[in-house]
């Protein structure tokens, strides 16, 4: 197998040849069809998550074919495709495992962070933590489902029920859940960097109501704010633009100091929280939904061994959608 490795904190991934892995029991081996770059794997690759492990083969987006089963795996068969999130085992004995709230089990392990990864040509993962997808599914538009459309869709839950919603940072997460949200019929008004006209532009194309940069204010009162840009700064802002009783959610795994901020902006019952990780019940409710709504899913494919060239146009702002790779297609020199 091949695959793109991380060997220490700020320093590109590698490429590796390795043996195929077998899978050990109740896991599946699965020859990796697509894999979506997410913001996690710059935090990965930059070294800001406590507890990664290094050396890593990130990835947490991924679509691809199951070719081997260990013992005891009864709910997968080889030739099918399937899908691997970023959750990738827990505990199932804690008091958050027992009471539906897995995503904040204390022993869980997560894909690309404390378990190899989807960089690479194949990738072992539990049973038990994969998600069956249909066969007609395209690899490369469903793998941004894995992350950004689950963590949008469990932030935008978050969030309550509102009519005029706010969405910082217009990236891979953004773009799908603004389709979401314009499903329910809610009224998106986007937050791109400022200046970013490409963005905005690309934001009312997918329904947006308006579009604008951060540093300005929408042109009404917001129900709720969600942030999926790693910039506490947004924090304040946000709490700014919600009315009365209004929530922010912020939906990244890690974000940059939030500022001090006068109290007057948190009172009048609004609310401020954040999104931990997602749980197995937010995939199948979030592929029901996908099913009967199907998302346009933007993308710019990258080959396996242009991953760092991926991460690096991910962090510069470059990518409207999100970035995938493509670990069976070569890249050309």
């Not at 697509?34 to 800001?48: N, Y």
């Not at 998550?49 to 679509?63: A, D, F, K, Q, S």
């Amino acid at each position: 197998m091949r695959a793109m490795v991380s060997y220490a904190a700020g320093r590109p991934l590698e490429l590796e040849e390795r043996p195929d892995p077998e899978p050990g029991p109740h896991e599946i081996r699965i020859r990796v069809e697509a894999c979506a770059v997410c913001r996690t794997d710059l935090h990965v690759v930059d070294g800001e998550l406590p507890g990664t492990r290094y050396p890593i083969v990130p990835g947490h987006e991924i679509v691809g074919i199951v070719d081997r089963i260990g013992a005891g795996v009864c709910t997968f068969r080889p030739g099918d495709r399937v899908g691997v999130p970023w959750l990738g085992h827990t505990c199932g004995r804690c008091t958050w495992c027992l009471n539906h709230r897995e995503n904040l089990c204390d022993d869980a392990v997560f894909t690309g962070h404390g378990r190899d990864g989807g960089f690479a040509s194949h990738v072992l993962a539990e049973a038990a933590y994969s998600i069956l997808l249909e066969p007609t599914l395209d690899p490369v538009r469903c793998a941004p489902l894995l992350c950004a459309g689950l963590i949008g869709f469990r932030t935008l839950r978050m969030a309550g029920n509102p009519s005029a919603l706010g969405i910082y940072g217009f990236g891979a997460a953004a773009h799908l859940v603004t389709q979401v949200a314009r499903h329910e019929n809610r009224r998106v008004h986007a937050f791109t960097r400022p200046g970013d006209e490409e963005g905005q532009a690309f934001a009312r194309s997918l329904g947006a109501v308006w579009a604008g940069g951060s540093d300005e204010s929408p042109p009404e009162p917001l129900d709720a704010a969600l942030i999926f840009a790693p910039v506490g700064d947004l924090v304040p802002t946000a709490l700014r633009a919600v009315r009365k009783a209004g929530c922010v959610v912020c939906g990244g795994i890690h974000m940059s100091d939030i500022p001090s901020f006068p109290y007057r902006l948190l009172w009048e019952e609004r609310q401020l929280s954040s999104v931990a990780n997602l749980t197995r019940t937010d995939a199948l409710n979030f592929f029901q939904f996908v099913r009967h709504h199907p998302l346009q899913v933007q993308t710019k494919t990258y080959a396996l061994e242009q991953a760092n060239l991926a991460l690096d146009d991910l962090r510069a702002g470059r990518v409207h959608g999100a970035a995938v790779l493509l670990p069976e297609r070569r890249q050309e020199y």
